[in-house]
Each structure stands twice: as C-alpha cells, then as structure tokens.
C-alpha cells in the first residue's frame, strides 16, 4: 500500500511543479522568457543528469576499488544485482568516516555504487547488504532521472521567477493581468514551494527505495537496524555542510549533516523512525 501511495505522490508532485511553472507564465504574460528558461533550464539539468555520476563521486573523493581489496562488498553486490537480473555497477570507497553510502547513474548499465569506509566499519554484513539493495533500488526505480525531471522544473520555476522579477506587470487597458502586489507576492513565493516541492520527492523515492531495497534482500529489519546506527553514526560524525556535498546529500541514504540539519520540511530524508516504522510493518511486526 505504502509503495502506490508513494508513487502517486511522487506523480501528484510533480504535477504541482509543472501547475507552478504554468502559474508564473501567466503572470509574466508572454512566452518568450519562458520558453528561454524551460530551455536554459533543462539544458543544465540534462548535462547534470548524464554526469551526476561523476560529480557525485568527485564530491566524496570516492575511488573505484578492485574485487580484491573488496571481496565482501562485491560478493554482496554481485548477489543482489544478480538476483535482481541486472548488471553489476561499478563499485567505489570514499575515504571518510562519516557512515554513509549512495547509489548514481542513469540507468543500471551506468551505475556506481558507493560507500564510505565509516559504513563499512559500522555495520555487520547484514545490515550492510540491506543498504546495498536500498541503493541498487534507486537505481532500479529510476531515481536519478526522476530527481533529474523534479529539478528541471524547480529550475525552471526559479528561473522564471528570477526573469519576471525584471518585468512591469498589468497595464491600465490590460483587465487579464493579475494585481501587481500578488503577482510579486506569487514570484517571491514561486521558488520557495518549487524547493519544497523537490524535497518532498526526494523523501518519497527514499520512502520506495526502503520498500524495493527490503523486497530485494528480504530482509527489511537489518535495513531498520543499519538506519539506526547510520543515524547515530551521522550525528557523532557528520559532514561539513559544504556546497559540494549539499548537491550529492540528497542521494545518500541519510542525512550526513547530522544535527546541522533543517527542519522536516527542507530535509532531503524522511525522519529515521518513521522509515523504521515501515520497515517493521513489512517484517510483519506492527
């Protein structure tokens, strides 16, 4: 149940996010600008989407690690993506202690997956293999390109929004032309809900990478007790909030930042317990 409601949501967000890009046209009042910005928009974030495997792993310091230096993690990985008929992703190692792991790339043939030596560290073999299947989902779910779609259009709307910003609004023989004080109201308002709008779906794809990753290994416990100890680890030893790993927190499993995070609303992660929570109702336990 959970898994369609997170489906419609993500589609049912996205829908808002188009509404909003619509919304701005019609106060702008011409096609011109926007039509520059859909352009200029989708442009950046089709280069980000076809090397956002780089740029995730570059942020990270990550490096590419032979089957013999990793022979548990490839014994892992080559279990599930087998199991799962897909084809086995590149696999690398970031060099820090902050327990962490994330998947990238476009489609399976372009997959990588990471992890951090702090993970590796911190879970048992279990636990670990339930993260592996969380992130091999996100690849299998098409996450990147629906992360990649979610922020074309909250681009766009920031774009937009920025462009009209420069623009008179209404004229006094134009009656169609919304009141200028909730036009600009509209336009400063505009960016903040496309964000929210991005966040919220980044929260969702977590929510059906648990419920696919669970179904994969099938074992959603060990997937609980590795966000637990994810989540502390993080807090005892969280990233730096630097902009390079602000862009690839999103694709991590959790929150890296630890407590020098926002609010529920502007997370990229849906609260532990509440994933914890799903988790067990699968297992059979709530």
Known sequence: MHRHYNGLRTAVLL???????????QVVGGSTGLTLAVVIALGVNAVSYFKSDGIALRSMRARPVSEVEAPGLYAIVRELSTGARQPMPRLYVSPTSAPNAFATGRNPQHAAVCVTEGIVDLLSPRELRAVIGHELSHVYNRDILISSVA???????????QFAMFLPFGSSDDDDRPNPLVALLGLLLAPVAASLIQLAISRSREFEADASGAALTGDPLALASALRKIEAGANARPLPPEPRLQTTSSLMIANPFGGLSAGRLFST??????????????????
């Open 15 to 25: 829908a808002a996010l188009s509404a909003l890009i619509l919304a701005i046209g």
């Open 151 to 161: 922020a074309a259009l909250a681009s766009v709307v920031m774009y937009v929004a």
């Open 269 to 286: 992660h849906p609260p532990t317990e509440e994933r914890v929570r799903r988790l067990e109702e699968y297992a059979g336990l709530r």
